[in-house]
């Protein structure tokens, strides 16, 4: 189990376009928390775009680029963060926010990520071919990982302003010690 957590945070994990910044800019709002997104930081500290850093480092550069911040955000409270998709593939990262945030996955099924992401062109592993099948690669792959989050929130069927409620509701449960 996870002895000595102190959850003063929220993580919202999950695949691109499951919804984590238009909820977690909503649940901060609701709860008059920080918001932090782990690309807006990484762009803000590099100076450079994800697009740019995938480009001209590659993505195991990014990948340090996101386990840093990661550690860094141990000293953070009341501050909903929003993480990349990709992040917590890495079981450190996943362990690392686990000790000190509650740990929400949004969840979509591809159609639907499909849907919301493909007029968008900021996602440099969505450029190829075939973003569809990357959609459901990606996915199927990372699928263990999203599931060990505290809670897992299907986003699919509601609104931003459900999810966002649903994630407030978890948190305060959590944090009254009623589970
Ligand atoms: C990625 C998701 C992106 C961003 C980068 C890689 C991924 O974040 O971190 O393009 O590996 O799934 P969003 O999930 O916020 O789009």
Redesign the pocket.
Not at 84 to 87: K, P, S, Y
């Given at each position: 189990m996870h002895s000595g957590r102190r959850i003063v945070n929220i993580a919202l994990i999950g695949?691109?376009?499951t919804g984590?910044?238009s909820v977690g800019r909503l649940v901060a709002e609701l709860l008059r928390f920080d918001y932090l997104d782990t690309?807006e930081f990484i762009q803000a500290q590099t100076g450079r775009t994800?697009s740019e850093i995938f480009k001209t480092d590659g993505e195991t550069k990014?990948r340090e680029l996101e386990e840093k911040i990661v550690g860094e955000l141990a000293g953070r409270a009341q501050t909903v963060i929003?993480t990349?998709?990709?992040?917590p593939v890495n079981p450190e990262n996943l362990a690392s926010l686990k000790a000190h945030a509650l740990v929400v996955s949004l969840w979509s099924s591809p159609e639907k990520i499909w849907e919301r992401v493909r007029h968008q062109g900021h996602?440099?592993?969505l450029q190829g071919e075939n973003p569809q099948a990357k959609i459901r690669e990606?996915l199927a792959a990372r699928e263990p990982f999203y599931k060990q989050a505290d809670v897992l929130l299907n986003t699919e069927l509601r609104s931003v302003r459900e999810v966002a409620q649903q994630v407030v509701h978890h948190f305060r449960v959590k944090k009254s010690g009623r589970r």
């Open positions: 695949f691109m376009g984590k910044t690309d994800i990014f929003a990349g998709g990709g992040l996602r440099p592993l990606l």
